[in-house]
């Protein structure tokens, strides 16, 4: 079974930086694109950034030169480094990665529980 779990939301003032983590764990054969995507209350889940096996990145225009994604692969793990934070990025940010895993050998999306971000003074 493959799990990603999300880590590194919470409060934080206008400005500031937070940096969210998401480690996939489990029967994993092979991961390709992760990335992240958000949810506000009342609207719909959004692309915020994702980043290839190879390494390329693509990014949501409202977060582009503030947010940077990366990536380990050989620890399974995404990061999303959140910069110049705004109340409007107060959302539910949740990892998304395709895995292949040992007993199911085709990528399939797997999505992490969520971890809040609130941006406020």
């Known amino acids: 079974q493959v799990q990603l779990v999300e880590s590194g939301g919470g409060l934080v003032q206008p400005g500031g930086s937070l940096r969210l983590s998401c480690a996939a764990s489990?029967?994993?054969?092979?991961?390709?694109?992760m990335g992240w995507y958000r949810q506000a209350p009342g609207k719909e889940r959004e692309l915020v950034a994702a980043?290839?096996?190879?390494?390329?990145?693509n990014y949501a225009d409202s977060v582009k030169g503030r947010f940077t994604i990366s990536r380990d692969n050989a620890k399974n793990t995404v990061y999303l480094q959140m910069n110049s934070l705004k109340p409007e990025d107060t959302a539910v940010y949740y990892c998304?990665?395709?895995?292949?895993?040992?007993?199911?050998?085709?990528?399939?999306?797997?999505w992490g529980q969520g971890t809040q971000v609130f941006v406020s003074s």
């Open positions: 489990g029967r994993i054969f092979s991961i390709d694109d």
């Open positions: 980043i290839t096996n190879g390494g390329s990145t």
């Open positions: 998304n990665a395709d895995i292949a895993s040992v007993d199911f050998l085709r990528f399939q999306g797997y």
